[in-house]
């Protein structure tokens, strides 16, 4: 059975920072592009940042420079550093893990940046 589990969500003041995790079970972890998405309300899931199983990056605009995505595939595990956060980020973030036609979702974790 396939699970990816987030954690690391939380409320935080702008311009603070949050570290998330996601961490995986029951696929070949290491092959996996993972990535992170989010979705705020009232808005559409976007793809916030991904990483290969080759360690290609990518960002959607608006994170670049204060987000950083990375992996451990020795514990199965993929991170998103959040610094600078804005109330713009305030979304519930997801994980997701895509190999060819395997595509697997967490559950979601809330991010909510306010003062």
């Known amino acids: 059975q396939v699970q990816l589990v987030e954690s690391g969500g939380g409320l935080v003041q702008p311009g603070g920072s949050l570290r998330l995790s996601c961490a995986a079970s029951?696929?070949?972890?290491?092959?996996?592009?993972m990535g992170w998405y989010r979705q705020a309300p009232g808005k559409e899931r976007e793809l916030v940042a991904g990483i290969t199983s080759c360690g290609n990056i990518n960002y959607v605009d608006s994170v670049k420079g204060r987000f950083t995505i990375s992996r451990d595939n020795t514990k199965n595990t993929v991170y998103l550093q959040m610094n600078s956060l804005k109330p713009e980020d305030t979304a519930v973030y997801y994980c997701n893990a895509h190999y060819i036609r395997q595509n697997y979702w967490g559950k979601g974790t809330l991010v909510t940046v306010s003062s």
């Open positions: 029951g696929i070949i972890f290491n092959i996996h592009t």
